[in-house]
Structure formats: structure tokens, C-alpha cells
């Protein structure tokens, strides 16, 4: 098995995962570009497929904003961005001629990350983040943020 087969079993474990512990809207839309990504990846290489998952990432960038939009989700937000950041990071690592398993890494990294939130598995760490920048605005408005 070489690293990019580990990847996508990485990647398909935790899908399933996710899909098991919260089957929603999110999650199956980022197995269904999973899975159309793992066809494109299959038939073409590297290089001739990233205009095509880059279009996947703006198909799931369309997906996320009726989902944010529909039923305020803030998740879906997320990933949506998320979505975003991938589309930007593949174009910069064409422009400026970064190495291939560069640009994959940083694809591969931010898709687990969308799985993460899209499951629920950083709803913890999400609360505490917002919990702690709320207090932080609260702190600020008081005008008392350096105690």
C-alpha cells in the first residue's frame, strides 16, 4: 500500500465515521465529493485532475452555502471556507510551482479538518473557542482586557 492508498483509507475511515456518528446533510455531501474524487483520481493523473477537484471543492463551496443559508448552520460555514481556502491553495501551488505531494498535503489536511467539523467531532473545541472569544468581546467592551 503506498501513501496516497493510505490516505484515502485514512480518508474513507473517518468519512464513515462521521457518517455513522451524525449522518447529515454535511457529511454526505463531503462523501459525495470524496467519492468523485477518488473517480477522478483514478482516471487521471495528478497535474489533469486538480481542475476538476478544484471544481469539486466549488460544487461543495455551493452545497455549504445553501446549507448555512437554509438552516443557519454554522458548520456549514465552515466548511464552506474551508472549501474556499483548498480552491486558493491548489491555485497558488500551480502558481508558484510548489511540489506535488505539497499541494496534496494541504488538500488532504484541510479535507480532514472539514470532516472534522462536518461530524461533529470539534463541536467541543468549537464551543470552547467560542465561548472564550465571546468572553473576550465581553472583556473588551467593558474596556478591561488587560486584567
Request: net charge positive.
Amino acid at each position: 500500500m503506498n501513501e496516497t492508498q493510505a490516505i484515502f483509507l485514512l480518508h474513507g475511515a473517518l468519512l464513515a465515521w462521521g457518517l455513522f456518528r451524525r449522518p447529515q446533510r454535511i457529511m454526505l455531501a463531503l462523501a459525495g465529493t470524496w467519492l468523485a474524487a477518488i473517480a477522478v483520481g483514478a482516471w487521471w493523473p495528478a497535474e489533469s485532475a486538480l481542475p476538476i477537484v478544484m471544481a469539486l471543492d466549488a460544487a461543495l463551496i455551493v452545497a455549504m452555502g445553501w446549507l448555512y443559508r437554509t438552516y443557519h448552520s454554522d458548520r456549514a460555514l465552515i466548511v464552506l471556507w474551508l472549501s474556499a481556502l483548498k480552491i486558493v491553495w491548489a491555485m497558488a501551488a500551480v502558481l508558484l510551482a510548489w511540489p506535488q505531494h505539497f499541494r496534496a498535503a494541504g488538500i488532504n489536511g484541510a479535507f480532514v479538518v472539514q470532516v472534522l467539523i462536518g461530524g461533529g467531532f470539534a463541536d467541543g473545541v468549537m464551543a470552547w473557542l467560542g465561548h472564550s472569544v465571546r468572553h473576550l468581546r465581553n472583556r473588551l467592551r467593558r474596556g478591561v482586557a488587560g486584567v
